[in-house]
T-cell receptor, first 110, second 115 residues
Framework: EDQVTQSPEALRLQEGESSSLNCSYT??????LFWYRQDPGKGPEFLFT???AGEEKEKERLKATLTKKESFLHITAPKPEDSATYLC???????????FGKGTKLSVIP | EPEVTQTPSHQVTQMGQEVILRCVPI?????FYWYRQILGQKVEFLVS????????KSEIFDDQFSVERPDGSNFTLKIRSTKLEDSAMYFC?????????????FGDGTRLSIL
């Protein structure tokens, strides 16, 4: 059974304090590893897809990386507007579904 | 930017009643999905739908659930006889194609409360 685990569950950062969120996965035949952002009362908003180990993607202050067992979402010099829950999801071979982790709730304090 | 829209945003229903959740996927997308998120838990896959057929469903998607594309724009999830444990946020998603290179885009969800 495919599994995705995210850590930490919650993270408080001061504005400008860089950090990383972790997503470890056990997926049969990974086809893609997705990062989504979810604001309170909203649906997941697509950020990145990573397809193979060693790949990196960047968007503004966010950079996602992928190894054979984990993905990291690095946040550089975060701002309060980066506060949200960040979800990691995996897409395995022969399946239509995304398997989600529980998410990391990020709070950036001014 | 095109988006997935869901109605209603909040639905309150008595246990045992039928409920229909509605979604308008992004217009040129061909694959449609329903997920749910019980408060404090993971987003869980329910069903995927393509070419007017269910292409995959999870163990959660039992005989009480059904999906339909009644016309060219709407995609619905019906729960025939609701239970207390059906209370959750239900998200609709769509993608232009199938596979990891076609990311799923989500609506803002319907909060379903069963009394």
């Amino acid at each position: 059974e495919d599994q995705v685990t995210q850590s930490p569950e919650a993270l408080r950062l001061q504005e400008g304090e860089s950090s990383s969120l972790n997503c470890s996965y056990t997926v049969s035949g990974l086809r893609g590893l997705f990062w989504y952002r979810q604001d309170p009362g909203k649906g997941p908003e697509f950020l990145f897809t990573l397809y193979s180990a060693g790949e990196e993607k960047e968007k503004e202050r966010l950079k996602a990386t992928l190894t054979k067992k984990e993905s990291f979402l690095h946040i550089t010099a975060p701002k309060p507007e980066d506060s949200a829950t960040y979800l990691c999801a995996a897409h395995g071979a022969g399946s239509y579904q995304l398997t989600f982790g529980k998410g990391t709730k990020l709070s950036v304090i001014p | 930017e095109p988006e997935v829209t869901q109605t209603p945003s909040h639905q309150v229903t008595q246990m045992g009643q039928e409920v229909i959740l509605r979604c308008v996927p992004i217009s040129n997308h061909l694959y449609f999905y329903w997920y749910r998120q019980i408060l404090g838990q993971k987003v869980e896959f329910l069903v995927s739908f393509y070419n007017n057929e269910i292409s995959e469903k999870s163990e959660i998607f039992d005989d009480q659930f059904s999906v339909e594309r009644p016309d060219g724009s709407n995609f619905t999830l019906k729960i025939r006889s609701t239970k207390l444990e059906d209370s959750a946020m239900y998200f609709c998603a769509s993608s232009p194609g199938q596979g990891a290179r076609q990311p799923q885009h989500f609506g803002d969800g319907t909060r379903l409360s069963i009394l």
